[in-house]
């Protein structure tokens, strides 16, 4: 689980918008308890709320699971697009399940409906995919910048 940890890890660092929070246990290290991996887009635009620029993509857990924080991608407390058009969240959970689906990865039917979603870690070392996930969550964030310019 280390090692794919440190691989998401070390594709964030290509970003300076990215924050990585080890959480309430703030120790360096992966067994301490995972990391929540939050994209800050437009870090220097002043905004009324700051957390309208924070997203929070994902968090990997010290048990080994990989999270998606729709409870943050999809609160209606902050605005964050493109998250808030019904057409990229579409997007989004239409390739997602695709990269699964490829990848032989089950997701139950009502995914997409908790507020933090997730699948083992175990899986995406299994069918040796993190890469592709990656590739996922860049174009993610190219439509984040592409939505905020």
């Known amino acids: 689980y280390k090692a794919q940890f ?38 220097g635009k002043t905004i009324e709320e ?12 010290g048990k080994g699971k990989y999270e998606i924080r729709l409870q943050d991608l999809y609160s209606e407390r902050f605005i964050r697009a493109p998250f808030n058009d019904l057409g990229f969240r579409n997007e989004f959970e239409s390739k997602f399940r695709e990269f699964c689906s490829n990848n032989n ?6 995914f997409f409906d908790s507020a933090l979603p997730g699948i083992s870690l ?12 990656i ?12 939505s905020n310019s």
Request: hydrophobic fraction near 35%; proline fraction near 1%; include cysteine.
């Open 135 to 146: 590739t996922f969550w860049n174009w993610v964030i190219s439509k984040i910048k592409e």
């Open 122 to 133: 175990n899986e995406l070392i299994e069918n040796n995919c993190t890469d592709e996930l």
């Open 105 to 110: 990865i089950e997701l139950s039917l009502n």
């Open 50 to 61: 700051k957390r309208n620029n924070k997203y929070h993509l994902f968090r990997i857990t």
């Open 6 to 43: 440190e691989k998401f890890v070390d594709w964030s660092e290509q970003y300076e918008e990215f924050n990585l929070y080890l959480g309430r246990r703030a120790k360096p290290g992966f067994t301490t308890g995972g990391c929540t991996f939050i994209f800050q887009n437009n870090i």
